[in-house]
């Protein structure tokens, strides 16, 4: 193992395009919004971000075909409201994805530090791969419009 550890950032925006109903993904505004830094190539930041988006994309199968059944291209023209002049379906749609590359980013690579913070242990402590699955789940049941909790009755 080298002792060489990547200290900048890439700022180079880049789109993962997807087409059609989902968004692309801006693998910059990913990287800036996780606190991602050079110690994640963009060829991992990219593999880890299609994989999401292709575990999503299947996940959210049957909400697709039923917004393209009434009409809707898009997600961002599926009638919700916004913020920041965008649908909050896109705003949760990039939570779903961002949440799950991050996690699969600290799970794949142990060394990665994702805020640089040279304090490791204490990062993941703040964003644990399951805290950021959960948090990927919540984003992803509030766009289909289910609840978060799940109820057993006995």
Same mark, same amino acid.
């Given at each position: 193992?080298?002792?060489?550890?990547?200290?900048?950032?890439?700022?180079? %925006?880049?789109?993962?395009?997807?087409? @059609?109903?989902?968004?692309?993904?801006? @693998?910059?505004?990913?990287?800036?919004?996780?606190?991602?830094? %050079?110690?994640?190539?963009?060829?991992?930041?990219?593999?880890?971000?299609? *994989?999401?988006?292709?575990?999503? *994309?299947?996940?959210?199968?049957?909400?697709? $075909?039923?917004?393209?059944?009434?009409?809707?291209?898009?997600?961002?023209?599926?009638?919700? *409201?916004?913020?920041?002049? !965008?649908? !909050? $379906? =896109?705003?949760?749609?990039?939570?779903?994805?961002?949440?799950?590359?991050?996690?699969?980013?600290?799970?794949?690579?142990?060394?990665?530090?994702?805020? *640089?913070? @040279?304090? !490791?242990?204490?990062?993941?402590?703040?964003?644990?791969?399951? !805290?950021?699955? #959960?948090?990927?789940?919540?984003?992803?049941?509030? $766009?289909?419009? #289910?609840?978060?909790?799940?109820?057993?009755? =006995?």
């Amino acid at each position: 193992m080298s002792g060489f550890i990547a200290t900048g950032t890439t700022d180079t %925006a880049y789109p993962i395009a997807q087409g @059609g109903f989902w968004p692309d993904i801006d @693998g910059a505004h990913l990287r800036a919004a996780m606190r991602l830094t %050079a110690a994640v190539t963009d060829a991992r930041l990219e593999v880890a971000t299609v *994989n999401a988006m292709i575990e999503a *994309n299947r996940e959210l199968a049957g909400y697709r $075909l039923a917004r393209e059944a009434e009409g809707h291209a898009t997600l961002g023209d599926v009638p919700a *409201n916004t913020i920041k002049d !965008q649908s !909050q $379906l =896109l705003h949760l749609y990039r939570r779903v994805i961002y949440c799950n590359t991050t996690a699969e980013l600290i799970e794949r690579y142990h060394s990665f530090d994702a805020t *640089n913070s @040279g304090e !490791q242990k204490a990062s993941e402590e703040e964003s644990s791969p399951d !805290q950021l699955r #959960r948090d990927a789940r919540k984003a992803l049941r509030t $766009l289909i419009g #289910r609840s978060h909790a799940t109820v057993e009755s =006995l």
